[in-house]
């Protein structure tokens, strides 16, 4: 079964090279634009991954993230930006729209995505391996709302979640201490 899981996985994010299996280098992910990343472009950066939406309580946090993205970038820290409207239909946009919102509102540089699903039957498999390797402190899976962010090392392993409530900027020093390593 776990061969099958594997050769699945492999078919949907291409040919994975060992030492990327249990990073999230191992996936391709579509960007705003349409064009297919792999998230192999970012060795060696520290990531925050986070899910985001445009009509959300805590849309704010944009602003924040973008802050932290500028502030620490040339120290190689890159944060993705993942639409979901899975939580109210708060992302209900096309790309084009998220786009233009994420750039005319809050004047966001970091990279965007696609917009995917982060919970159920159609997770994109990225969000799957950060649930497993990330749970939240009391043990669920599951993403509880938009803006969830993980924080990525620069070997592409997940370090910790932090859940929507925590501001950007409460997570400053886990970025730094990522950075110095």
């Not at 995917?116 to 402190?137: H, M, R």
């Not at 924080?151 to 910790?160: E, Q, S, T, V």
Request: hydrophobic letters at 35%; aromatic letters at 10%.
């Amino acid at each position: 079964m776990k061969k099958l899981a594997l050769a699945v996985l492999l078919a949907v994010v291409g040919t994975v090279h060992a030492a990327d299996q249990d990073t999230v280098y191992q996936f391709k992910m579509r960007n705003i634009d349409g064009k297919m990343v792999p998230l192999s472009k970012y060795k060696g950066k520290v990531l925050m991954i986070v899910n985001v939406a445009s009509k959300c309580g805590h849309t704010p946090q944009y602003a924040g993230l973008e802050k932290l993205y500028e502030k620490y970038k040339k120290e190689g820290f890159v944060i993705l930006g993942f639409p979901c409207n899975q939580f109210r239909e708060q992302e209900p946009g096309t790309d084009k729209e998220i786009k233009a919102f994420c750039t005319s509102k809050y004047n966001v540089t970091f990279p965007l995505f696609d917009k995917i699903e982060v919970n159920g039957d159609k997770a994109v498999p990225l969000y799957q391996f950060l649930k497993k390797a990330e749970p939240e402190e009391g043990g669920s899976t599951e993403i509880g709302w938009n803006f969830t962010k993980f924080l990525i090392d620069r070997k592409g392993h997940p370090l910790k979640r932090f859940v929507t409530k925590v501001e950007p900027e409460e997570t400053e020093s886990a970025i730094q201490e990522a950075l110095k390593k």
